[in-house]
C-alpha cells in the first residue's frame, strides 16, 4: 500500500495575529510538522494544499497576503508538491486526485486546518474516490463557532468533526502513533 501525506491550509491567517486564528494551532501545526518530518525521513510523498482567496473582499486567505503562506512549521521542502484551491474540498477545482492516482497512493493521511470545514470536506472527498484515509487528530485545528445563539468551544467543534469523520470515513489517529509507523 502506497500512501501520501496531505497536508490541508496550515496557513499564516489560522495562528495568532491571522486574520482568522484558530484555537490551539501552533500545538496542531507542531504536531503535523512530527508527521511530517517521518513521512520526509520515509521518502513517502508530500502534498501540500493551500487555500487562497482571489476574492478582493475576502476577510482571509487573500491571495499574496502574508496570511495565505503557508505556516513556516510545514513548509514546503524543494520538490515537494503544492496545489492551490478555492473551495473547501482540496479535489475541487484541483489536480488532486490525478496527482495522488499519479504517485500510486491509495492511501492518504491528511492533516491540517480547518477541522470542521477543509479537512471535513477533503476527507470525505478522498472517501467517496476509494482511498483509504487516516486523519491525524491531533494535527487539526478548527475555530470557536456559533449556531442558533450557542457557542461552540473549538475543542468542541474538532472533537465532534473527529467523532463523525471516524465513524465512515476514515482512521483517526495521533500524531505519535502515525509517526512510529515509519
Known amino acids: 500500500m502506497t500512501r501520501a501525506l496531505v497536508i490541508v491550509d496550515i496557513q499564516n491567517d489560522y495562528f495568532p495575529g491571522g486574520a482568522f486564528p484558530l484555537v490551539e494551532p501552533e500545538a496542531a501545526a507542531a504536531n503535523a510538522a512530527e508527521v511530517l518530518g517521518a513521512f520526509r525521513a520515509a521518502g513517502e510523498p508530500v502534498v501540500h494544499i493551500q487555500h487562497v482567496s482571489a476574492d478582493p473582499e475576502a476577510t482571509f486567505m487573500r491571495r499574496g497576503s502574508h496570511g495565505?503562506?503557508?505556516?513556516?512549521?510545514?513548509?514546503?521542502?524543494?520538490?515537494?508538491?503544492?496545489?492551490?484551491k478555492a473551495h473547501p474540498n482540496s479535489f475541487l477545482g484541483t489536480h488532486l486526485e490525478s496527482t495522488l492516482r499519479d504517485l500510486g497512493a491509495d492511501e492518504v493521511v491528511v492533516l491540517g486546518m480547518m477541522s470542521s470545514m477543509c479537512v471535513d470536506a477533503t476527507v470525505r472527498a478522498a472517501s467517496d474516490l476509494g482511498f483509504d484515509v487516516t486523519v491525524v487528530h491531533d494535527a487539526c485545528a478548527a475555530p470557536d463557532l456559533e449556531f442558533g445563539g450557542t457557542s461552540i468551544p473549538g475543542g468542541a467543534v474538532h472533537a465532534a468533526f473527529m467523532a463523525a469523520l471516524s465513524d465512515s470515513y476514515a482512521t483517526v489517529v495521533p500524531a505519535a502513533r502515525l509517526a512510529q509507523t515509519h
Open 68 to 84: 495565505d503562506e503557508i505556516h513556516e512549521l510545514v513548509a514546503p521542502a524543494a520538490g515537494e508538491i503544492v496545489l492551490q
